[in-house]
């Protein structure tokens, strides 16, 4: 019904910066929300950064600062500019939203996820 499409992760020494982007498309009616979570080898997947339909962003203490999510509503598209990257930061990111589809019912969708990996 819905499919998220990730690109932009890699491998990027500390300091460097990367941008993500995840592209929505589909039986959408509204997208409510956007964000990305990330899950660290060994670890839970984790909230990095959520955009709401109001505009409201939050964000991770870890990621504050460094980190900016943005979002396309035209294209369905939303970004997430990671600057001063750690080694910490290297994970798993997924993208996520909260759709309205068609049908006007909700759900909430996930993307097949895009390695990032910081180098020390």
């Known amino acids: 019904q819905v499919q998220l499409v990730e690109s932009g992760g890699g491998l990027v020494q500390a300091g460097g910066s990367l941008r993500l982007s995840c592209a929505a498309s589909?039986?959408?009616?509204?997208?409510?929300?956007m964000g990305w979570y990330r899950q660290a080898f060994g670890k839970q997947r984790e909230l990095v950064a959520r955009s709401i339909d109001d505009g409201r962003t939050v964000y991770a203490d870890s990621v504050k600062g460094r980190f900016t999510i943005s979002r396309d509503s035209a294209k369905n598209t939303v970004y997430l500019q990671m600057n001063s990257l750690k080694p910490e930061d290297t994970a798993v990111y997924y993208c996520?939203?909260?759709?309205?589809?068609?049908?006007?019912?909700?759900?909430?969708?996930w993307g097949q996820g895009t390695q990032v990996t910081v180098s020390s």
């Open positions: 589909g039986s959408i009616f509204r997208i409510n929300l």
């Open positions: 996520n939203a909260d759709v309205t589809l068609v049908t006007l019912q909700t759900s909430t969708y």
